[in-house]
């Protein structure tokens, strides 16, 4: 982790982050390893209880071939597997969302207003910043996001990609399970 900065005014980009303002969509995108293992692991997690729930509701319906020997528990596990498949598909729609804005959006460099760590169910703490930044118009955007990092203080930058026709949908770097790469790292 790095540590805070002396004082609190705003610091330059770094030349990366500038490349990659500067260059031009479709940008080549990675999933950082830590997060991406972590989603593989819920969707693993998800279709292996889906399967062990249908395996299970077949093999009673096998036995009878009918739907009236289900018991009210049967049929709550029908709708946990159906509960669990949607799950699976929110994860990886909301992950494809934010890969394609990073790979085509439009980019700008946040600031960061203030930070503060934030005490987690886990016992440990999170890094919470506020940020602006300025969009293709010149509109001035503020918005808060975890920075995963932790190496965020008052004052730094990050990258924020958005759409520039609704700059509300955005997603900072700092808070992303993807990166993007300069065409010199691929």
Request: aromatic share 12%.
């Amino acid at each position: 982790m790095n540590p805070p900065p002396i004082d609190d005014s705003p610091k330059p980009p770094s030349y990366r982050d500038v490349l990659i303002t500067r260059a031009s969509p479709p940008r080549a995108t990675r999933p950082i390893l830590s997060e991406f293992i972590s989603s593989w692991a819920l969707i693993v997690f998800l279709i292996s209880c889906s399967a062990a729930i249908v395996k299970a509701l077949y093999v009673k319906w096998l036995v009878s071939k009918s739907f009236a020997s289900f018991h009210p528990a049967d049929w709550f596990g029908l709708l946990v597997f159906g509960f669990f498949i949607w799950l699976g598909f929110s994860v990886r729609r909301v992950n494809s969302w934010k890969r394609e804005l990073m790979r085509n959006g439009e980019v700008a460099i946040a600031s960061v207003v203030s930070q503060a760590n934030h005490a987690n169910v886990k016992g440990g703490t999170h890094s919470w910043v506020t940020y602006s930044f300025d969009d293709a118009h010149g509109i001035k955007h503020q918005g808060a996001c975890t920075d995963r990092t932790s190496e965020l203080f008052k004052g730094m930058t990050f990258l924020m990609y958005y759409d520039r026709e609704q700059p509300n949908r955005r997603v900072a770097s700092c808070d992303s399970d993807f990166e993007v790469l300069l065409p010199n790292e691929e």
